[in-house]
C-alpha cells in the first residue's frame, strides 16, 4: 500500500501489503445539505435555548467567540449566518464584537483574520484577539466548585450577550471540542488553562478522549457558564471537511447532542494493537503543540514497546508560545510532576502538555517523528526518535520489529478515536 500525506514536498511511504493490518480513517458520512442550509436550520432550531435573534440584548455588547486558524470550524459560512440572526433580533453592527479565542496560542495577523472568518466579517465588524497573558484585559471571577480559579477576558464576561461559534471532535483534555472549551481555554487567562490543562494528567488521556461528561469537561463548562456563555454554534466535520451536522442552543445541552455525532464519525475501532503505526498528523499541524494531537491516535494503536511514526509539517516549529516544551522535552511524567512542584516548571500549560505525551507515548512506545519544520537536534531534545522521511522511519521499525512486525495506517490522524479490542467493544 502507499500512503500519502497531504503536504506538499512531505513524500508517502510504501507499506508492504505482508505487513500492513489495517487502515484506519473516520467513518464515511456524506453532507445532507449545504453548510448554509445545515448550519442555517440548526439556528432556526435550537437545542434548549430561544431562538438566537431573541436573546439579543437592549443595551451592552454582544461578543461571538470563535476560534483560531488552528481549527477547521467552517467560519466563513457560520459568521455571517450568526451575524444575520443578531441583526435580525436588533443588533446593530457596531454592538457585535469577534472574538478570537486563541487560548494560549498567538495572535493573529490582519490577513490571517481575513482568511479565517472571510471579507465580509473582517470588515464589517470588529475583531479582537484574546491576550491570555494581559491583566488588564482579563477579570478574576473566583473558583469553580472543582476548585480552579477563573480568569477571563474582561470583554467576554461584561457582553450583553455571549455567543461561541464552533466545532466539536474528539479532544485528549476535554473529551471533545466545542460547547464551553470556546470560553476555557479560549478567552481565559494563562493560570486558568494551566489549571485545568494540568488536572487532566492523572485521569489519563484514554479516560477522557471521546468522552463528553468527564471531570475536565465539567470544570470547562463550570468556568463557560459563570463567564456567562449562553448560545453556541457548533459543527461537525466529516473527513473531506464537509458541514454533516450542526448544534445551536443551550452551551450544554447543545453539545452534548453534537458530541454524539461527532463521536459515530471519529471512532476507529481496531481489533488488536500493531507493532507500528505510522500516520500525518493532519489536519493539526502548524506546530507540535498542534501536532501532538496525532501522537494519541498513533500512540493507542500501537503495543507496548512498539514504534509509532508521526508525519507533520510544523512550520512554526515546536512551540512558540511555550518554550518550556523543547526546553525539557518529553521526561517521564512523574519527573515532570516533580519539576512542577519545585517550581521549576514555570508553565504549566507545556507541562501538562508533556506529561500527557509521555504518559500515553514516549514511556511506553518509540515515538519516531518526520518533519520538516523541527531539526534533528531539536528532536532529539525532546527525547524523541528522528527521521529524515516516512519510508526512513518504517524501514527502521519493520528492521527492529522482524519481517513479520504488523502495521497500522491512520489517516486523518489528528480527529481519530482509536479503541483497540475490548475497549471498542466496550464503548460503542
Not at 42 to 50: D, K, R
Request: glycine share 8%; charged share 20%; hydrophobic share 45%.
Amino acid at each position: 500500500m502507499r500512503l500519502e500525506f497531504p503536504y506538499r514536498g512531505i513524500p508517502g511511504v510504501q507499506i508492504p501489503d505482508e505487513n500492513l493490518r489495517a487502515v484506519l480513517r473516520p467513518q464515511p458520512r456524506p453532507a445532507p445539505a449545504s453548510a448554509e442550509q445545515i448550519i442555517a436550520e440548526a439556528l432556526v432550531t435550537p437545542i434548549g435555548s430561544p431562538r438566537l435573534r431573541d436573546l439579543v440584548p437592549d443595551r451592552g455588547e454582544i461578543v461571538v467567540v470563535v476560534d483560531d486558524l488552528t481549527r477547521h470550524t467552517p467560519l466563513q459560512v457560520a459568521a455571517p449566518l450568526v451575524a444575520e440572526e443578531l441583526l435580525a433580533g436588533g443588533a446593530s453592527e457596531a454592538q457585535i464584537k469577534f472574538l478570537l479565542g486563541l487560548g494560549t496560542h498567538r495572535a493573529m495577523t490582519p490577513e490571517e483574520i481575513e482568511q479565517h472568518l472571510g471579507a465580509e466579517i473582517s470588515r464589517r465588524f470588529e475583531v479582537i484577539n484574546h491576550d491570555c497573558r494581559d491583566p488588564a484585559k482579563l477579570v478574576d471571577l473566583g473558583k469553580t466548585p472543582g476548585g480552579t480559579e477563573i480568569s477571563v477576558s474582561k470583554l467576554a464576561y461584561e457582553a450583553g450577550l455571549l455567543l461561541s461559534i464552533g466545532h466539536i471532535a474528539p479532544h485528549r483534555i476535554a473529551g471533545f471540542t466545542g460547547g464551553g472549551k470556546a470560553i476555557q481555554p479560549g478567552v481565559c487567562g494563562a493560570t486558568t488553562t494551566a489549571q485545568t490543562h494540568w488536572a487532566s494528567v492523572p485521569y489519563g488521556i484514554r479516560n477522557v478522549i471521546g468522552v463528553r461528561d468527564n471531570p475536565i469537561r465539567a470544570e470547562i463548562d463550570s468556568v463557560a457558564l459563570r463567564t456567562g456563555l449562553k448560545f453556541i454554534v457548533n459543527a461537525v466535520l466529516n473527513a473531506r471537511r464537509q458541514t454533516v451536522a450542526c448544534f445551536a442552543g443551550d452551551p450544554i445541552e447543545a453539545h452534548r447532542a453534537g458530541a454524539k455525532i461527532a463521536r459515530e464519525i471519529a471512532r476507529a475501532p481496531l481489533p488488536r494493537a500493531a507493532d507500528i503505526s505510522i500516520g500525518a498528523s493532519y489536519p493539526v499541524d502548524i506546530d507540535l503543540w498542534q501536532a501532538a494531537k496525532a501522537v494519541f491516535p498513533l500512540a493507542a494503536a500501537c503495543r507496548t514497546g512498539g514504534t509509532a511514526i508521526m508525519v507533520t509539517p510544523c512550520p512554526e516549529g515546536v512551540s512558540q508560545r511555550h518554550p518550556e516544551v523543547l526546553q525539557y522535552g518529553y521526561r517521564p511524567v512523574a519527573e515532570i510532576q516533580r519539576m512542577v512542584a519545585a517550581g521549576e516548571y514555570t508553565d504549566v500549560t507545556a507541562a501538562a502538555h508533556a506529561a500527557l505525551v509521555s504518559q500515553d507515548a514516549a514511556e511506553r512506545i518509540e515515538l519516531v517523528l518526520v518533519s520538516p519544520g523541527i531539526s534533528v537536534e531539536e528532536i532529539r531534545r525532546l527525547k524523541l526518535t528522528p527521521a529524515a522521511t516516512a519510508q526512513e522511519a518504517l524501514d527502521l521499525a519493520l528492521e527492529r520489529h522482524g519481517p513479520g512486525a504488523t502495521v497500522v495506517a491512520l489517516e486523518l490522524a489528528g480527529e481519530l478515536l482509536v479503541e483497540v479490542g475490548q475497549e471498542a467493544q466496550a464503548r460503542r
